[in-house]
């Protein structure tokens, strides 16, 4: 019995919506457990100490422990139990007494009412699983234990709660709503300077050719909200300058993007389309999985046709892992010309079709238009990725040599965290609002996907110097390369970010004497 309800406590129910545990740092940015909460759809009723009985075997061991990257679901039973306990009195009577449930029951013969909880960081209540073995007795099968050592528990508890509460709580930032101004502290103030550049790019746009030079020296430093969607569809050269034409060519790309649907979207099961298809289709729930938008089956439809019809019109790369993800901003941006904010819990069905239709239509022109200046890192053995790499590591060795005699000593390749760098332009290690302010950047750099990228990565690496030069041993060193606290990051990193890539930029790429030994 002990076995089936650790199972059950450790495994994840499939057909839940949301239930999909990506890998922390294989697939996405360090996540928030904070955030992460909003997917448990019912709360569990009980917690099994899974710490007071050890495994016989290994096989054992591995039956009880099947996700061991659930995280958190310690911290969520403690505090559910909580509340089942004082709403559900007949249910606490008809299962295991667990250490949750007791404190709930030693609060209430006491009287006494626990402080409130920190809705932000919730603390578990459970006891240590060794003490429980040594201080507490058993009777038909369950932990007893006395009123005096319930009540030492719940002081405990309060005591470990009013120390949580005293600490300061970082207001949480959206992963992509109020994409455009947030800064770190999560406040999105528009000051006199941000309306003086907002009026400055509107005014740019509303002229009869617009300054693409000018346009993209006021974009590098980060575009206003308002105006992003179509400055990007400006600076990927989708519009024409022309103001006059811009309308004629949207409607010209969006009637022949559809065109490409009909001619070829049924194709998707033929022999010879049917593994990138399917490559896709599997692909597609882990685009952004925390996200609620990229989890809806309207959007996921719409991110299958898009890479579908690239991959068939691009045979010498077709689809390739990590495509993907670059679907995600250009799908953000445009659709928040139509939504003020919260973005990742829009109904995409709320929109009128042909919206949808032009939202799908510019994401896929966007997404082609800069995969056209980086397609070497897609194509066979993907050597675009590995020259960045390689030029990567020579860089390194020249700006920070402690940290590169460090890897080498540790022996880390560049290529065993890098790789994804250049493969998903970085859109693992940031939050998605990140990468969006990012390639605003980018957008204004001439060869920004493809070269100033590389800037970007070294300047990236650097930042965490002291974390890395702490870390002793390979295995340490890539949990820290593959999980990097970057959740918390707003405009103000990146800025900083980027503006430390430039000063590589300047001093390395036209100084080859300088960059290589």
């Not at 992963?175 to 528009?190: E, H, T, Y």
């Not at 952004?288 to 991110?303: I, M, S």
């Not at 980086?374 to 700006?399: C, H, M």
Request: net charge neutral; with cysteine.
């Amino acid at each position: 019995m002990a076995t089936d309800n650790r199972i059950h406590f450790w495994r994840r129910n499939a057909k839940v919506p949301g239930s999909l545990q990506p890998v922390y740092g294989a697939q996405h940015p360090p996540l928030d457990p904070r955030r992460h909460r909003q997917f448990k759809d019912t709360p569990k009723a009980s917690i099994v100490n899974t710490k007071s009985k050890k495994a016989s075997s290994f096989h054992e061991f591995a039956r009880s422990t099947n996700d061991a990257w659930d995280i958190d679901d310690e911290e969520d039973d403690g505090i559910f139990g909580l509340k089942q306990t004082s709403s559900s009195p007949v249910q606490s009577r008809s299962t295991p007494q667990t250490p949750s449930l007791k404190l709930s029951k030693a609060l209430e013969d006491t009287d006494t009412q626990p402080p409130p909880l920190n809705k932000q960081e919730p603390i578990s209540t459970k006891p240590d699983a060794d003490q429980l073995d040594v201080e507490s007795g058993t009777a038909n099968g369950r932990v007893v234990k006395s009123c005096s050592d319930a009540q030492l528990n719940v002081n405990a508890a309060r005591s470990t709660l009013q120390k949580q509460q005293s600490l300061p709580v970082r207001p949480l930032i959206p992963l992509v709503a109020r994409i455009s101004d947030q800064n770190s502290s999560g406040a999105p103030p528009m000051t006199v300077r941000e309306k003086t550049r907002l009026d400055k790019f509107k005014q740019l746009l509303a002229s009869p050719n617009t300054d693409l030079e000018e346009l993209r020296k006021h974009s590098w430093s980060g575009m206003p909200r308002e105006v992003r969607p179509v400055t990007w569809r400006l600076l990927s050269g989708y519009l024409p300058a022309n103001k006059e034409r811009r309308d004629l060519v949207l409607q010209r790309k969006r009637e022949e993007y559809f065109g490409f649907i009909e001619q070829y979207y049924h194709s998707r099961t033929d022999d010879n389309h049917r593994d990138t298809y399917r490559q896709i289709h599997i692909d597609i729930p882990r685009t952004n999985p925390l996200v609620p938008l990229f989890q809806q089956p309207q959007v996921q439809e719409v991110f299958e046709r898009i890479l579908f019809i690239w991959a068939i019109r691009h045979p010498a790369s077709g689809y390739v892992q990590g495509i993907n993800d670059l679907v995600t901003p250009f799908f953000v941006v445009f659709l928040s010309e139509f939504v003020e904010e919260d973005v990742e819990n829009f109904e995409m069905a709320s929109l009128p079709l042909d919206t949808q239709r032009n939202i799908e239509a510019d994401s896929f022109w966007c997404m082609s238009k800069l995969l056209d200046g980086i397609q070497d890192n897609y194509t066979f053995a993907q050597p675009g990725i590995q020259i960045k790499v390689k030029a990567l590591e020579e860089l390194v060795s020249r700006i920070d040599e402690d940290v590169h005699v460090h890897f080498q000593r540790c022996e880390v390749e560049y290529l065993q965290f890098a790789f994804r760098w250049m493969n998903n332009l970085l859109m693992r290690e940031l939050p998605l609002r990140c990468t969006i302010r990012l390639w605003d950047t980018y957008q204004a750099e001439s060869e920004g996907f493809s070269h100033f990228h590389l800037y970007v990565c070294a300047a990236f690496l650097i930042k965490w110097r002291k974390e890395i030069l702490s870390m002793g041993d390979f295995q340490s060193l890539l949990i820290l390369l593959q999980n990097l606290p970057t959740i918390h990051w707003g405009n103000e990193e990146v800025g900083l970010l980027l503006a430390e890539a430039y000063r590589l930029k300047y001093m390395f790429a036209d100084a080859p004497s300088h960059y290589k030994r």
